[in-house]
């Protein structure tokens, strides 16, 4: 029998009962519906995850204070080691195109009646531009309020809309800690995850080391390469740099971590990767029990079509004849729910993405992959009832019931 005439009289056996197809449809509906939406989500975390890193630049390097022992016993019990100092002199180096020297610390800040815990940072203008910070109201901090300490403060938006809500803040004077600052900024905002500066404040790096907080080390230094692949050799002139300066023994380790932005956004991307691979995993269970789904109907319908097998067979038609019907029918089935699916998870996708306010991106990939297992699947759990049907006795078939 021609292949055509095969699809033909599979498509009126199905047609014939609809309802029953449409039930057995309904697994791989759902079971290609969530691998879809899954890896739509898991794909849209990874890009929203890999555009907030890349806005800050991939050039970016970030120095961290940590601990280091080694044969002499152990440098130093605190993270208390950057200081302005060591950022002073990174900037001298080669291929490094800025330098910013961040302190960091919790505080109060109130304006009349209203008050709210926030961040505060000690940071110099360099590090607006490193950030990619953007003062939507007023100024930012300048190399004048470093060099005189004044007591300036640039709110971020959350902080700003908590304190003064549609009143715009500029020239307002509120304290941090009891301590009084004129307001002269605020910032753009960012909105909630990583780098968000939105419930923050930001003041000079000066003043906060002597009004606020009194500490005279480094949270973070950011470091910006003037080119991305000068990363490696910046990286090496760091590390010497601030051994030599910490004055390291070779048998110590660092007591300082350097992190590049191209690292991290390797390993995000390898996280949520491997997230979106699980999440995708435990979906495809419910393909496998669509599959299932499609083998018990598919028996079902061998028992109750026997009497036309054996007429089929007793007309001239041979036993792959048959064997091939009832697998292009479990595909038909298999494929159609596939592509069903795939429209639904499109839709659950953007649902999710409209209700939970994330960003989802369904990639080409997905929609094979979910295709082709379906169709795959078809095949897998067509074949025995198909076999069946292929091998009965035709005599017997004719006979029965």
Known sequence: MLITETAKSAWRSLVSNRMRTILTM??????????????????????????????????LLTIRPGTASGGG??????????????????????????????????????????????????????????????????????????????????????????????????????????????????????????????????????THESALFGQDHLSTVSIQVAAEDKTSSVISRVEQTLRLRHRLREDQENDFDIRSQAEMLSTMSQITGTFTAL???????????????????????VRERTREIGVRMAVGARRRDVLRQFLVEATVVSLAGGILGVALGYGAAAVLAKLGQWTTVVPPYAVALALGVSVAIGLVFGVGPARRASKLDPVEALRFE
Do not use: C, H, W
């Not at 739509?40 to 555009?51: C, P, T």
């Not at 130093?76 to 060591?86: E, K």
């Open 279 to 301: 999440l995708g995993s435990v979906a495809a269970v419910s393909l496998i029990v669509g599959g299932i789904g499609i083998m018990n109907i598919m028996l079902v319908s």
């Open 26 to 59: 309904l697994g791989m509906i759902i079971g290609t519906a969530s691998v879809v939406a899954v890896l739509g989500i898991g794909e849209g975390a990874r890009s929203s995850v890999e555009g907030r890193i890349r806005s800050l630049g991939s050039n």
């Open 73 to 206: 016993g152990v440098r130093s019990g605190s993270v208390q080691t950057l200081t302005m100092s060591d950022a002073e002199a990174l900037v001298k180096l080669e291929d490094v195109a800025a330098v910013a020297p961040e302190m960091s610390g919790n505080g109060q800040v109130k304006f009349l009646e209203k008050n709210k815990s926030a961040s505060i940072t000690g940071v110099t203008p360099a590090y607006f531009d490193i950030k990619s910070l953007v003062v939507a109201t007023g100024i930012p901090i300048s190399d004048l309020d470093v060099q005189q300490r004044t007591r300036v403060a640039v709110l971020g938006s959350g902080v700003a809309a908590d304190l003064y809500g549609n009143t715009s803040p500029i020239g307002t004077r509120l304290q941090i800690n009891g301590i009084a600052f004129r307001v002269v900024g605020v910032l753009e905002e960012k909105g909630s995850g990583m780098g968000s500066t939105d419930d923050a404040v930001l003041v000079p790096i000066s």
